[in-house]
DNA sequence: GTGCAATGTGAAGTTAACTTCAACTCAAGC
DNA sequence: GCTTGAGTTGAAGTTAACTTCACATTGCAC
């Protein structure tokens, strides 16, 4: 056969079939319906459910997660370009998230040279924390001044 | 004066009066009262809120952090040395963190060029899920064969 | 010393992302 | 054809990490 039925669906994928349900009425995720009401998945889910896990590993809701996949077309099973549109999309996001992974590591390692942690610019050149007025929070990791 | 209250404090690190309490109930933060029992904060506790807002970045759930602040003495302010040692423990976790998105940036560009996602080896070459067997969800990402 | 913003508390509410439950129906093997 | 393991639904429960609320108290400014 080549449609899979939920349990098939969550096996392969490694999401519970609540949480497909769940995506489905959170409009992630459809599903054809037998004569006795089971649903059926086409092939072509597994890889929306891998989007989904994806993006979710990157820290994205699935609210922003079902706006991207509303791009995809509705009306045919998406092609290898749509998939590419998106995925594409989202590895600017992945590097994004990177960058400030690694501006916060870098940032980390450099105060494990002073012990300071401030963050905001290490204590020991600036002792009264004069940055806190460019706003709240670690300022130099989510908004470094060359960005 | 070299105490901060509560709203200082919030103004200082970003985060919430209603946060801060929340960590203390946690047991992540702790402040000395004054005779009326209102808090008073040391300096030293932006450096401890500051951490705690750099491991959330790195999606550490509070658990984890209150048992890394744990290490600290508590007998006396932390010197340079104790948030040393406590930032290059960090420091490994982020750069796992960051090595794991990359392998999620590149695998998914692998992706882009055929358009698959299957995430578990392109399904050109792998039509059947054969790597299912190894586990749930997106194996090569989290799991990769040479780690 | 008086006023009013800041702070205190416990309890309840909120949001995301699910899971669990109860009660029922479907479907595949023997 | 009967059993039994999937599957269905709506409703309620769960967890993390907070926020909001109501109501009492404090403490700096004038």
Chains 1, 2 share one sequence.
Not at 34 to 60: H, M, P, S
Not at 76 to 104: F, N
């Amino acid at each position: 056969m080549d449609t899979l039925s939920i349990g098939e669906l969550a096996a392969r994928s490694g999401v519970a079939p609540s949480a497909l349900r769940y995506y489905e009425r959170e409009g992630l995720l459809h599903a054809a319906r037998t004569g006795g009401n089971q649903r059926r998945y086409e092939r072509a889910d597994l890889r929306r459910v891998a989007f989904i896990k994806i993006a979710q590993q990157v820290g994205v809701s699935l609210e922003e997660i079902r706006e991207a996949l509303a791009e995809l077309p509705e009306n045919r099973t998406p092609t290898k370009a749509d998939w590419s549109h998106l995925s594409s999309r989202w590895r600017h996001r992945l590097d994004e998230r990177i960058a400030v992974m690694e501006r916060l590591r870098d940032q980390l390692t450099g105060c494990i040279g002073c012990g300071c942690l401030s963050l905001q610019r290490c204590k020991l050149i600036n002792p009264d924390d004069q940055l806190a007025v460019r706003g709240t929070g670690p300022q130099m990791i989510l908004n470094p001044p060359g960005a």
